[in-house]
């Protein structure tokens, strides 16, 4: 039985051999390897880097974009034995020096020259690291006299393969050498509410979560399979599902060459399973209700039929009801004039996607299920290798996360608070015993911070532990479950609700421009750059139209009662988003307190706690 990632690897290799293995989109064109040449590059890697002084146990940092020679970095270090730690490319100088200098790196292989010089920066303050290599060649120069630490990647793989020609079973002895108790990566909270965590990942941890995904029935994933994976390697999820679980089942991954291209990428490379987040599923259905919108009156009553029909079919599905000869007769129409569009928007062939992160919309699942693509959702985290719960392809219930995956026992505490136990969780957080004593439970079980119940065996997520808020009144409110109400309007891109300790609710909004757009030619609002409509009072007047239409479907004390819009859009660059698309509260609600403040501030002169008509930034509150 295969014990450690770098068993699967080797055996994949040999397994497909000839067969395209994993390929990335560049300016255009793909760069495809097969499973015989993955392997001998990742060898020449790990070969390289341990002629280079990396042994057993020492860490090797990866500071890039996806990209072939990350997964040839990835798989080669492990193959030497060394722990692998992804950074962000997001990351500044600073943070990046923090993590190389509390992982005690002693090597480093970076994207290009911007990546390098955030190295170079910081590199008086890094006595461990040692090697700096550059993934494009060419930019390896030309930074002073610390360039005797620098080389090009493509110097690397030759230094590998020669030292592969002297010694040609030592790879291999590396490989063997490393134990399912090893660690295997150190992988870095966000440090949205305090200083970044290192998870430590051992390839126990690893293989349980690989076990453990191939027993399901029916299988997620088939060796005959293609995928398009287009979130960051570093993140956890990326990588333990596209990468190592792909990796396991022999997959053939097609790297997008950007998440702005990754429409167009999945259209060519037709794949049959997408690992999505909730942002992802949200912003196809807005598009798709943003193109119904503009359609003919005749266009839009047939959407709105076969759109029922959609969701009538997916419930029955849902509850394993039968599905009467009539009904299925009108699905075959509605799925021919409504449904099959977003079947070949992704290529056709998807079976299943995933939506885990954060609450999906029940109706845009109907609607995703209605087109042949069922989503799946799950939970999990970065201590517990990704994911810890998925909904089973044939076993599902929508606005639950599905139930614990095999070897993976939850349960609840006296709060509702979710605890995990299994070979999947993470061995505590790298040189912070204090913090990984708080993160267990006496018996052992991880302390998720989430809020859940079960229902008939399925986990339901309620909240974050720390984002529930508590008014001055009492009231406890989970402020995902409004944000995502007010997210089903395509308007609204982002909504952060606001509240604790406060009389009543309000939010900061970020608006969608191109539904903003479509929304002021409708209304024959006139305009040059959808951008100015935040500052046209006719635009904030349909703005707060919308605001009060959602708060109809909110009991009284949930209703948003003010609210700012943002102007500059939430992004991972910007440092609002993480990686996956999900909102940093803490980071935002940092940026803009005196812009929330000013929302509460007239309270003591009897302000009323209305929904204002149109409030907007202002420069001077957001330079």
């Not at 550059?134 to 080389?151: H, L, Q, S």
């Not at 403040?597 to 509150?621: F, H, I, Q, V």
């Amino acid at each position: 039985m295969e014990q450690t990632i770098n068993d699967v690897f080797k055996n994949r290799a040999e397994r497909y051999e000839n067969r395209t293995a994993v390929e990335k989109k560049n300016n255009g064109a793909w760069d495809s390897v097969s499973w015989r040449q993955y392997y001998e590059s990742a060898r020449s890697v790990g070969l390289a880097l341990h002629a280079l002084g990396i042994t057993k146990g020492d860490r090797v940092a990866i500071l890039s974009e996806n990209r072939l020679e990350w997964l040839f970095t990835d798989m080669g270090s492990l193959g030497a034995g060394a722990v692998v730690v992804p950074i962000y490319t997001t990351l500044t100088s600073d943070e990046v020096g923090y993590v190389l200098d509390n992982a005690g790196a002693k090597a480093i292989v970076v994207e290009d020259r911007s990546q390098r010089d955030k190295v170079l920066a910081c590199l008086k303050d890094l006595p461990n690291l040692e090697q700096i290599i550059v993934m494009d060649n060419g930019e390896a120069g030309d930074g002073g006299e610390t360039m005797d630490r620098v080389m090009g990647f493509q110097d690397l793989c030759e230094l590998g393969r020669q030292k592969q020609a002297a010694s040609p079973d030592l790879f291999q002895g590396l490989s063997q050498a490393v134990e399912p108790g090893d660690l295997a990566t150190i992988v870095y909270t966000s440090g949205t509410t305090g200083v970044p965590k290192g998870a430590m990942i051992t390839h126990k941890n690893i293989m349980a979560v690989m076990h453990s995904l191939s027993s399901v029935k029916p299988q997620y994933c088939y060796d005959t399979d293609q995928v398009v994976p287009f979130l960051p390697l570093s993140h956890v999820y990326e990588r333990m599902t596209d990468h190592f679980f792909g990796m396991y089942t022999g997959v053939t991954a097609s790297f997008a060459e950007s998440i702005l291209e990754f429409a167009r990428d999945v259209k060519e490379k037709r794949p049959h399973v997408i690992q999505a987040v909730p942002r992802v599923c949200e912003k196809v259905y807005q598009k798709i209700l943003e193109q119904v919108d503009q359609a003919p009156p005749w266009k839009q009553k047939i959407f709105k039929w076969g759109h029922r029909i959609g969701i009538e079919i997916s419930g029955l599905r849902e509850q394993k009801k039968s599905i009467s000869p009539l009904l299925h007769l009108k699905y075959k129409l509605a799925y021919f004039l409504v449904f099959k569009k977003l079947a070949q928007a992704l290529g056709g062939r998807v079976r299943w996607m995933t939506a885990s992160g954060a609450p999906t919309s029940r109706e845009i699942i109907l609607f995703f299920n209605a087109a042949g693509i069922t989503v799946v959702e799950g939970y999990g985290m970065t201590e517990c290798c990704a994911p810890a719960t998925m909904s089973r392809l044939d076993d599902y219930r929508i606005g639950t996360v599905g139930q614990p995956i095999p070897g993976v026992d939850i349960k609840l505490a006296d709060d509702g608070e979710i605890l995990i136990k299994g070979d999947n969780l993470f061995t505590g957080y790298w040189k912070m015993e204090k913090a990984t004593a708080e993160a267990f439970t006496q018996d052992g079980y991880l302390m998720s911070g989430d809020i859940g119940e079960f229902e008939d065996g399925f986990l339901k997520i309620t909240d974050r532990k720390k984002d529930l808020i508590i008014t001055s009144g009492g009231k406890n409110i989970a402020p995902q479950k409004i944000e995502g109400l007010f997210k089903f309007d395509p308007l609204f891109e982002h909504v952060i609700v606001i509240g604790e300790r406060r009389k009543f609710l309000t939010a900061l909004l970020n608006i969608n421009l191109e539904q903003a757009a479509l929304v002021a030619k409708k209304q024959g609002i006139p305009f040059d750059q959808p951008q100015k409509l935040l500052e046209d009072h006719r635009f904030l007047d349909v703005v707060a139209e919308h605001m009060a239409e959602r708060n109809t479907h909110l009991a009284r004390y949930e209703t948003i009662k003010r609210y700012r819009i943002i102007r500059h859009p939430f992004s991972p660059e910007g440092g609002e988003l993480t990686v996956s698309l999900k909102l940093k509260r803490n980071v935002i609600l940092e940026r803009h307190a005196e812009l929330i403040d000013s929302m509460y501030a007239d309270l003591n002169r009897g302000g009323a706690k209305t929904l204002a008509p149109r409030y907007t930034e202002t420069e001077e509150e957001n330079p």
